[in-house]
């Protein structure tokens, strides 16, 4: 199975291949037991061992295609993506000619497994309410031939002939629709996950809107009057037309400085937050990750813009973990040596060339490390991406 990128990080690409595996694999085995056991006996007609055979590989096939394509489904477009109708055609008339033959091979009593996988299979593509009507009708005709099968081969027979292909397609059903149930609430989660990741931004995206609104709005409104106010006094008193502007351009600064701290206070970013926020934004996507800090080193050594800085770093490459590999490691390392700080970050799982990861962000960055002496570095060797940022400790100055 395939990983969709939306499931990077979430453990759902590992979760899809187990449920596949295992379902298709649990189906499979019982059809080949069950079934195809018999296919070489030598008692039975030949013609009924090739039509055996080949219902048996069609239904296999059909079976496979179907539930690969069921677990490319997000929960909520299972009901607006019909199934492969040709697949599910095919599928139906090999297990009816498996169940039409199997009563005929020794008497065999399990001809209605192959139907009931393939009633539990379709059944996978409905919504619930469709689901269940198509499970309950399945149970009744199960019972129906059951009871048909059972008098024809002998009365004494007939409560066991009823019961067990009515207990086969019941636990089939339970079964088959029951790890698929699992997949869902694990895609639901997931996405229920990345909602909330994004109203946080949205939120907080509302958050500065609003403080810059309410500085800005004050200041505005009070420099409008102002100004129209000193457009009208310019000839009757123009002395005070220029106390009005003065008080204008005042206004005008204060407006910018405030402007400036809201925002500041809104990007600022500091190395120590970073380094604790990417370990857990990293592991709350099951990524494995490290982090290497000696213990004799200590962020405080940096200046305030040296930790601003290399935040900055520590952001833009846990976006590129996240965003632009398929990493299942990460590790992310700090140190004093030589009176530079150093920090590195690294994952494996990286895709592609260096440059096509990079995008602007580390770019940029590079050049604001250069006007503050220091160095910003990124290679791409055997899928292990590795972002290497340097700042001299005494570091000030560059914003």
Not at 107 to 133: C, D, E, H, I, N
Not at 138 to 146: D, K, Y
Not at 183 to 201: I, K, Q, T
Request: hydrophobic share 45%.
């Amino acid at each position: 199975m395939r990983d969709e990128p939306m499931e990077h990080g979430s453990g759902l690409g590992g979760f899809r291949r187990y449920t596949w595996w295992s379902l298709t694999g649990t189906l499979v085995f019982f059809l080949v037991l069950s079934v195809g056991g018999r296919i070489p006996d030598p008692d039975v007609p030949g013609w009924a061992r090739a039509l055996s055979a080949v219902a048996l590989v069609v239904l296999i096939a059909a079976i496979v295609v179907l539930l690969r394509r069921r677990l490319s489904l997000v929960p909520e477009g299972v009901q607006a993506v019909r199934p492969p109708v040709g697949w599910l055609a095919a599928g139906c008339a090999a297990a009816g000619v498996l169940g039409a033959i199997a009563p005929v091979i020794h008497g065999q009593r399990l001809w209605s497994l192959a139907p009931a996988m393939m009633v539990s299979v379709a059944a996978t593509f409905l919504p619930p309410p469709k689901r269940r009507m198509l499970v309950a009708a399945a149970v009744v005709a199960a019972a129906v031939l059951g009871g048909v099968v059972g008098f024809v081969s002998g009365g004494a027979q007939w409560p066991s002939a009823v019961a067990e292909p009515v207990g086969l397609v019941a636990f089939t059903s339970w079964t088959t629709l029951g790890m698929l149930w699992g997949w869902d609430v694990a895609e639901r989660l997931n996405a229920a996950g990345r909602l909330a990741a994004e109203l946080a931004v949205k939120e907080e995206r509302l958050r500065f809107a609003s403080d810059l609104h309410d500085i800005q709005g004050h200041h505005l409104q009070v420099i409008a009057l102002k100004s129209e106010l000193a457009a009208r006094l310019v000839e009757a008193d123009p002395s005070r037309a220029a106390a009005e502007m003065r008080e204008v351009q005042q206004l005008s600064t204060d407006a910018l400085r405030d402007t400036r701290a809201v925002a500041q206070g809104y990007r600022r970013t500091t190395l120590e937050e970073e380094i604790a926020n990417a370990a857990k934004v990293l592991a709350s996507a099951e990524i494995r990750t490290s982090v290497d800090r000696d213990s004799g080193t200590d962020v405080r050594n940096l200046s305030e813009t040296g930790r601003h800085l290399l935040g900055l770093v520590m952001r833009e490459a846990t976006t590129n973990v996240l965003r632009h590999s398929r990493a299942g490691r990460a590790r992310i390392a700090y140190r004093v040596e030589d009176g530079r700080a150093l920090l590195r970050v690294g994952n494996d799982g990286a895709t592609g060339s260096a440059s096509q990861r990079t995008g602007t962000g580390l770019p940029v960055l590079a050049e604001r490390l250069r006007n503050a002496e220091g160095t910003l570095e990124w290679r791409n060797e055997d899928g292990w991406f590795e972002v290497v940022a340097s700042l001299p400790t005494g570091t000030a100055g560059a914003k």
